[in-house]
């Protein structure tokens, strides 16, 4: 079974940095779009950023652009996150998630993400 497993949560305090970690189990994944997203409490889930197989597509949201930066290393089945300039209002569940069926490079769109990881804690305070 094709796992997704984020790592690098954690508490800082606003302004801070953190960077997030992706791990694929299959090499197979790293050949497909990916995506970061977050769920706060009481609030729909919200795509920050994605990025093409190939690293050169990226997509940012608005509440994120120019203080997140999405990576991979499909040599290493790695997906990552760097946040910085941490808001309290990024505080929230972060998943990684792959599409196995995307026709184009990326998606800014929830439903083209079938394959998620479990989910890791970010918590900013102020």
């Known amino acids: 079974q094709v796992q997704l497993v984020e790592s690098g949560g954690g508490l800082v305090q606003a302004a801070g940095s953190l960077r997030l970690s992706c791990v694929a189990s299959e090499r197979s994944l790293m050949t497909l779009p990916m995506a970061w997203i977050r769920q706060a409490p009481g609030k729909e889930r919200e795509l920050v950023g994605a990025?093409?197989?190939?690293?050169?597509?990226?997509y940012y949201s608005d509440s994120v652009k120019g203080r997140f930066t999405i990576s991979r290393d499909n040599t290493k089945n790695t997906l990552s996150l760097q946040m910085n300039n941490l808001k309290p209002a990024d505080t929230a569940v972060y998943y990684c998630?792959?599409?196995?069926?995307?026709?184009?490079?990326?998606?800014?769109?929830?439903?083209?993400?079938?394959?998620w990881g479990q989910g890791t804690q970010v918590t900013v305070s102020s």
């Open positions: 990025i093409s197989w190939s690293g050169r597509d990226e």
């Open positions: 998630a792959a599409s196995r069926y995307l026709v184009g490079a990326l998606s800014t769109s929830l439903n083209s993400y079938d394959v």
